[in-house]
């Protein structure tokens, strides 16, 4: 693992040029061979970029993936693909009962990418209670899982089985996904709950059971406030951490990253009241599209953290994924540009804080 101070990062997710969304909308045109061909090239553009950035910690972009999310459907039967009637947008649901279908998925990601790049890797797990958000419906869910919770509940064991294979392989940093917790800090959202911090701390409780499943891999969280929906013109999710501040605290994990490029995320004082022993991943650098952050502007966001936190407890990354959803247009070279910028600022404060 990086020791240096301030390392660099990624979240997870890359923008996906028009010809990598189209190798995924049309993989069934391609033998098996030819797409692994294709999207082995992709992948390695991806790392290329994030190199040529001077990231410290590497990921593959998620470009095997068709989402995220959905991910679990390559772990798991028990899934059916089709369109969320509000939207129109694919969605995957479940309609029946979990059970293995293709474990190791995402640490044949990790085993790719080790052949890439000798820097520290990062790989991406879905939270439980952010699977049940999405993937459940009171319809046709019901059949095989009549409550949300009882089928939360059935994803834990398949992702903790995917993070033993993740540590198996050798990865540096496993994130654990879980924008759904960060919700808790918008009083609307608390306001549609019977009782919102039982909610949260089952959230809390279902991404403990996933982390339990290793001890000696770097464990991280990725929260947010669903920035990624703001570049496809959703909601924005409003209020600062403190709401939450006590499932933070009870999380069974090293690293947090933290939303704080956009407006009405609260003040850094709520770092004096996490753990001393949890690193903070801090959102330093906005994913919007069309705002780059000057060094200036990424540095002086550092350096208001280090108000409360010491240089070692600190990395650098951006608020969010860079690939928000297939429909999303994000330029990947204002990514490029992006990262690059947050290098520079990582250099510039190992320099003044070494």
């Known amino acids: 693992m990086t020791k240096q101070l301030f390392p660099t990062s990624v979240i997870g997710s890359l923008p996906r040029p028009s010809f990598v969304k189209d190798l995924i909308a049309d993989d069934a045109i391609y033998t098996p061979d030819e797409y692994q061909h ?8 991806a790392v290329a970029l994030q190199e040529a950035a001077g990231l410290d910690v590497i990921t593959d972009g998620e470009w095997w993936r068709k989402s995220y999310i959905g991910v679990i459907a390559e772990l798991a039967h028990g899934f059916e693909l089709s369109r969320n009637p509000a939207d129109g947008r694919p969605w995957t649901v479940v309609v029946d009962k979990l059970a293995p279908k293709n474990p190791g998925f995402i640490a044949k990601e990790v085993a790719f990418l080790k052949k890439l790049t000798q820097r520290d890797i990062k790989a991406t797990l879905p939270a439980p209670a952010l699977l049940g958000e999405r993937m459940w419906d009171p319809v046709r869910s019901a059949r095989a899982y009549p409550t949300r ?3 939360i509940r059935d994803c834990v064991p398949i992702l903790r089985n995917e993070l033993q294979l993740l540590r198996d392989e050798g990865v540096s940093i496993v994130q654990i996904d879980d924008p759904h917790l960060c919700l808790f800090v918008d009083p609307q ?4 709950y019977d009782d919102a911090d ?7 409780d279902m991404d403990n059971a996933v982390a339990d499943a290793v001890s000696d891999v770097k464990l991280a969280v990725h929260l947010c406030r669903r920035a990624g929906a703001r570049v496809r013109g959703e909601a924005e999710h409003k209020g600062g951490y403190e709401p939450i501040l006590r499932q933070l605290s009870r999380l069974k994990v090293h690293h947090v990253t933290m939303e704080f490029t956009a407006p009405g995320v609260g003040d850094m004082s709520v770092f004096r009241h996490l753990p001393e022993n949890i690193e903070i991943g801090l959102g330093c650098v906005s994913c919007h599209p069309g ?35 297939s429909a999303a247009d994000v330029s990947i070279d204002e990514v490029y540009l992006k990262l690059k910028n947050e290098v520079e600022a990582a250099r510039r404060l190992r320099e003044k804080y070494a």
């Open 38 to 45: 294709l999207m082995s090239s992709a992948v390695h553009f």
């Open 149 to 151: 919770d009882a089928f």
């Open 189 to 192: 959202v608390r306001a549609s």
């Open 198 to 204: 039982r909610a949260a701390d089952f959230a809390v």
């Open 291 to 325: 705002q780059i952050d000057s060094v200036e502007t990424i540095v002086a966001r550092v350096e208001a953290a280090l108000q409360h936190l010491p240089p070692e407890r600190i990395t650098l990354n951006p608020d969010c994924g860079f690939a928000p959803g």
